[in-house]
């Protein structure tokens, strides 16, 4: 199973859409992702060995120029990352859900991943930006004390940055929320 994820967020699509196609010839990497976001921004994720996916975020970085908002390689991801971000997680009860909102979709993966780390939670989803408005969201689910843990985590490493909205936990939610999420 790879473990590093990298990701590419743009301000332009036409410009994202060549820098990964020269992202996807310049090292052995796989394409997780890539599509147009809302407000007219571009995301690319792609996973590989560790060499390969620092490689390929630094064409992106040349490439992209100034049409690159952002740039990250997550090395060592939570397993349970890529089933939140391609929506995949199983899920059985949930007796506290964990909600953080991202001003941006690259730190949605992050923030999922530092849950993830932090505490015993499952990760449900890490949605990002697909009609959000360029941002993002995490959802998980645990016993309420380790998903206030993680949500903690989650502020304590992000809330100073501004990439943080909001973040809150849901204990004991009620089943249509729940109905209506998975």
């Given amino acids: 199973m790879k473990r590093t994820i990298g990701l590419l967020e743009f301000k332009s699509i036409a410009k994202g859409m060549e820098t990964t196609d020269e992202i996807l010839k310049s090292a052995n990497v796989e394409l997780i992702l890539a599509t147009a976001l809302c407000p007219g921004k571009y995301i690319s994720m792609i996973t590989g060995e560790l060499s ?3 490689t390929a975020i630094a064409v992106g970085e040349r490439v992209g120029d100034f049409f690159l908002i952002d740039a990250y390689v997550l090395s060592n991801a ?4 890529m089933s939140a971000l391609t929506a995949t997680s199983e899920i059985g009860s949930v007796s506290a859900l964990g909600v953080v909102e991202t001003m941006s979709a690259i730190t949605s993966v992050m923030v999922g991943d530092t849950a993830a780390k ?3 939670v499952d990760l449900i989803e890490i949605r990002i930006a697909r009609g959000l408005g360029g941002k993002g969201f ?3 689910s645990g016993e309420i004390s380790a998903v ?4 903690q985590a ?4 992000y809330q100073m940055t501004g990439e943080i909205l909001y973040a809150t936990t849901i204990s004991s939610p009620s089943k249509e929320l729940i109905d209506s999420l998975l």
């Fill in 52 to 54: 390969a996916v620092k």
């Fill in 78 to 81: 939570h397993p349970s990352v």
């Fill in 118 to 120: 932090a505490s015993k």
């Fill in 138 to 140: 995490v959802l998980f």
């Fill in 148 to 151: 206030k843990a993680a949500v």
């Fill in 154 to 157: 989650c502020l304590n490493e």
